[in-house]
């Protein structure tokens, strides 16, 4: 379970032209992947499942990423502790 998440530019560009139905089915489904990492139910639309791909894979990219850098600060703050005491 993540507290935040990155909301790219290019999420909104693959989910602002579908009907508001849709929309909010995909805001939902990126939103519950993003922050509990739970995966949608099967989408009606094949073109909502391959956006849906699309952004869940920018999501864990974002994620491997963040988690690399918070675990440098980690180090970090380890490392400082060391050399104060």
Wanted: glycine letters at 2%; charged letters at 35%; a positive charge.
């Amino acid at each position: 379970m993540r507290e935040s998440f990155l909301f790219r530019r290019a999420y909104w560009d693959f989910i602002k032209d579908l009907p508001n139905e849709r929309q909010l089915k995909m805001i939902t489904a990126v939103l519950n992947f993003a922050l509990d990492n739970i995966n949608p139910p099967k989408f009606e639309n094949e073109k909502d499942s391959l956006a849906f791909a699309c952004i869940a894979e920018m999501i864990k990219i974002d994620n491997k990423r963040r988690d690399k850098q918070l675990g440098r600060i980690q180090q970090s703050k380890i490392l400082l502790d060391k050399t104060n005491r």
